[in-house]
């Protein structure tokens, strides 16, 4: 699934079709089209994993989920389940979940939460862990899109290995400035994240998703679905300290 700086990624390759008219919207998903047709598309968003094609009063989300993908000016053999037609390119999404909102993506959306955003607010979100979510492993509450929006498992296995932390912790029982320390190193490793797309280089320079050894102790990394998530974890039980 991609995570959030994925979906950056495909964002800024879009950032041409923005002020750009829909001549038209297409594709069979069910989510009403009618209006999105002669109209500006003012900005093109995300918040976490989700794209948003913002229009005047109201924004369309896109989520690629585990299979979806997009195509700009190209198509596949199978029909899109959402495509806008400009007049010069085409954006094509396939099995992607799409939904209608109005308003605008601050209604809907915290953008204090988004790992990727400037919005990124280490104190509101520090306090929703320790007042909302304190009696949760943290390797369960980093996959939580309402408070960490954009963290998928690449990022939370190598932000709690920088952070040295086991992801089976309980929230209340590791020290405060570990856990600020955490947040800063979600936030440092998105960014490396997404320059390592230009590459495509994110799996081989990670530190331990997807290896079986720790670089650094050339200990055997403990491999298995942990948690209430039931996620594929990696984690060396010599540098990543459990905290219960
Ligand atoms: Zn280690």
């Given at each position: 699934m991609p995570e959030g700086p994925s979906i950056h990624f495909l964002k800024n390759k879009l950032?041409?079709?923005?002020g750009k008219t829909v001549s038209e919207a297409s594709g069979?998903?069910?989510?009403?089209?009618?209006?999105?047709?002669?109209?500006?598309?003012?900005d093109i968003e995300t918040y976490g994993k989700n794209l948003l094609f913002v229009f005047k009063d109201f924004f369309v989300g896109v989520h690629l989920g585990l299979f979806g993908s997009m195509l700009v000016n190209k198509q596949k053999k199978v029909n899109a389940s959402f495509a806008l037609h400009f007049a010069d390119g085409e954006i094509n999404f396939y099995v992607a979940k799409t939904k209608l909102y109005s308003g605008k993506p601050t209604d809907h959306f915290?953008?204090?939460?988004?790992?990727?955003?400037?919005?990124?607010d280490v104190e509101f979100v520090l306090n929703e862990l320790q007042t909302n979510?304190?009696?949760?492993?943290i390797g369960d509450v980093l996959m939580n899109q309402k408070l960490?929006?954009?963290?998928?498992n690449i990022i939370r296995i190598e932000s709690l290995y920088h952070a040295k932390?086991?992801?089976?912790?309980?929230v209340k029982v590791i020290p405060e400035k570990k856990l600020i320390f955490l947040l800063s190193m979600l936030v440092d490793y998105s960014e490396e994240f997404l320059s390592l797309l230009k590459t495509d280089g994110v799996k081989e320079a990670a530190?331990?998703?997807?290896?079986?050894?720790?670089?650094?102790?050339?200990s055997e990394l403990l491999i298995e679905e942990m948690g209430k998530v039931k996620r594929k974890t990696y984690v060396c039980l010599k540098c990543q300290k459990l905290y219960k």
């Open positions: 950032q041409r079709f923005k069979y998903g069910e989510m009403e089209k009618s209006e999105m047709t002669n109209i500006k598309l003012l915290n953008f204090k939460t988004d790992i990727l955003k400037p919005e990124f979510h304190s009696e949760e492993q960490f929006a954009g963290v998928g932390i086991h992801p089976e912790s309980i530190m331990i998703y997807g290896k079986k050894i720790c670089p650094k102790d050339k």
